[in-house]
């Protein structure tokens, strides 16, 4: 079981760009998240879906985009990549708290420079 | 200001010694308390999480909730070089909130042969 794999792993991008960043995850889980890591602020969430088919903001989901056509895939768009987007971007899947948590698993992450 | 405060470090210590980690809030509507280890150029892996107040250990980890104080924190016994990574405290809500986290900055840790 792979878990949750992304891709690319890392990424140089000129600003003004647009970029897709990929991430599937093989454990049948209602739920996926993207953040973003930037030194001394933690992880940021971008956006999240609960289900297939819907999606909602986050923290900071200005210039980003994200669809969920099925269960397993959940891809970030960056229409216009601008150098403040330089990070690392982690996909992470739970299932949906039936209780009132559930453990959210993280993949490796893409490192991403916008020049 | 932060939701979650979490000191940077680096946070160097022995081998053996005990390690120390803190988190402090703001937000009082925090039910679930998580700590996530991360290694370099890794993701984030769940090591622990605690509901409401009160203590949990498992292992050489040691977890500790202060609700009324908006203080947790995060022990680690024994300390092996193996541990050295960053580690990240994250809460959230109840049910109704969702599943949604909110990390703090991460302290990370050397623990020295």
């Known amino acids: 079981i792979a878990g949750i794999t992304q891709a690319p792993t890392s990424q140089i991008l000129a600003a003004g760009r647009r970029m897709t960043l990929r991430c599937t995850q093989d454990?049948?889980?209602?739920?996926m998240y993207w953040y973003r890591q930037d030194l001394g602020l933690g992880l940021r969430l971008i956006h999240y879906?609960?289900?297939?088919?819907?999606?909602g903001k986050g923290e900071v989901p200005d210039g980003y985009s994200v669809s969920r056509a099925n269960t397993d895939d959940f891809p970030l768009t960056l229409a216009s990549a601008v150098p403040s987007q330089t990070s690392v971007y982690f996909c992470?899947?739970?299932?949906?708290?039936?209780?009132?948590?559930?453990?959210?698993?993280f993949g490796p992450g893409t490192r991403l420079t916008v020049l | 200001q932060k939701e979650v405060e979490q000191d940077p470090g680096p946070l160097s210590v022995p081998e053996g010694a005990i390690v120390s980690l803190n988190c402090t809030y703001s937000?009082?509507?925090?039910?679930?308390f998580m700590w996530y280890r991360q290694y370099s150029r890794k993701g984030p892996e769940l090591l622990m999480y605690?509901?409401?107040?009160g203590n949990k250990e498992d292992g050489r980890f040691t977890a500790q909730v202060d609700k009324s104080s908006k203080y947790i924190s995060l022990f680690i016994r024994d300390s092996q070089p193996s541990d050295s990574a960053t580690y990240l405290c994250?809460?959230?809500?109840?049910?109704?909130?969702?599943?949604?986290?909110?990390f703090g900055g991460g302290t990370r840790v050397l623990v020295k042969p």
């Open positions: 992470a899947s739970s299932a949906l708290p039936r209780y009132s948590y559930n453990e959210q698993f």
């Open positions: 454990m049948r889980h209602n739920a």
């Open positions: 879906s609960n289900t297939a088919g819907t999606t």
């Open positions: 937000n009082s509507a925090f039910q679930y």
């Open positions: 605690t509901y409401s107040s």
């Open positions: 994250a809460m959230k809500g109840d049910k109704a909130a969702g599943n949604k986290l909110t």
